[in-house]
């Protein structure tokens, strides 16, 4: 079967490797959808996890699927089902540095009695929406990281899959005033079909009227800030950063989200002042499960977040497709297609 590896900076290539083998604790499962990642990108460019690496990576770690093969010890899980993979547990690490990637026909799981890792699929959730799960899990881990009720006034920075995924969370908790800021007219769109209330381009010279606008405004010794409860950084810029803590109303918390590529000066002392409390968000360590459940009973359009679909063959036309937001928000791969 074909397997996607990357060698090196910008160097992925579809290899031929022998069909994974099933030991007695685990579980082969046959991708259906495989989502590219923003971390994915972010390993192509560096040609890595965090650099070259001696021997290839198999990429893919957002994927869901029917179970091919299933170990003798394993327990509750027929052949047939339908599933979802949480790529990092029982220390798998599928697409992650570890011998599996979801870029191919099939993927073993291994030692999936040790923590929760595969989850069956409710029969009402359809498989492409099944592969959204994990970054759907980053997104709602992010969400509640930034404690947001119902009542809070949010601003969304990045509309790339995370910060779209962000305000389906935000929709889910009953978030009645979002912005969405992010300069892909087309992902302003779906942040709009998606629940957003309001939306704008970062680079408008207006951004903060908008925001005050839409948010009130709360005084810092007598200046106007935005009256915005929580900002969530999923941009991973670090100019978005600096703005935001200048603008920031006191007491309001700050979810860094996406990943700083390098160094961001801040000026602690306005945090100091304004006493803003900034959050990390990493991954999921909680809500494969919550997230599915929101998928089987949520009245929301999650297809909005799928902009693309790609078979195997054209994998690399697809991460051309990813790398390019003006176009892109979550681009499938199909590995049975």
Request: charged share 15%; aromatic share 6%; proline share 8%.
């Amino acid at each position: 079967m074909q397997q996607a590896q990357l060698f090196g900076p910008h160097d992925v290539r579809l290899v031929d490797v022998p069909p994974p083998e099933c030991g007695p604790d685990d579980v082969i499962v046959q991708v259906q959808a495989s989502g590219i990642c923003g971390t994915d990108l972010g390993f192509v460019r560096s040609g890595g996890l965090d650099g070259p690496t001696a021997s290839p990576i198999a990429l893919g770690h957002e994927f869901a699927g029917i179970l091919h093969a299933v170990g003798t010890n394993v327990r509750d899980l027929p052949l047939g089902a339908r599933v979802v993979v949480n790529p990092i547990s029982g220390f798998n690490y599928i697409g992650n540095g570890g011998p599996e990637g979801a870029f191919a026909p099939l993927v073993a799981v291994r030692n999936i009695q040790a923590e929760p890792t595969v989850y069956p699929l409710p029969a009402n959730v359809p498989i492409e929406h099944a592969a959204l799960v994990e970054p759907l899990a980053v997104a709602f881990h992010a969400v509640r990281q930034g404690s947001v009720t119902s009542a809070s006034r949010v601003v969304v920075f990045g509309a790339g899959p995370i910060g779209l995924g962000t305000v389906v969370a935000l929709v889910h908790r009953g978030a009645q005033n979002i912005i969405v800021v992010d300069p892909s007219r087309q992902r302003l769109d779906i942040a709009r079909r998606l629940g957003a209330h309001e939306v704008c381009a970062p680079d408008a010279s207006d951004l903060w009227d908008v925001v005050r606008a839409r948010h009130g405004e709360a005084l810092f010794y007598g200046m106007a800030m935005p009256g915005t409860d929580v900002f969530l950084d999923c941009s991973g810029v670090g100019a978005v950063v600096q703005s935001v803590i200048a603008q920031a109303r006191p007491g309001a918390r700050l979810v860094l989200v996406g990943v700083c590529k390098g160094d961001v000066p801040l000026d602690l002392r306005i945090v100091l002042a304004k006493e803003l409390q900034l959050v990390g968000s990493m991954g999921y360590p909680e809500g494969f499960g919550e997230v599915i459940d929101f998928l089987a009973h949520t009245a929301v359009d999650v297809s909005a977040l799928i902009s693309h679909r790609f078979p195997l063959s054209r994998f690399a036309e697809a991460l051309e497709t990813a790398s390019n937001p003006a176009i892109a928000a979550k681009v499938l791969v199909l590995p049975g297609t």
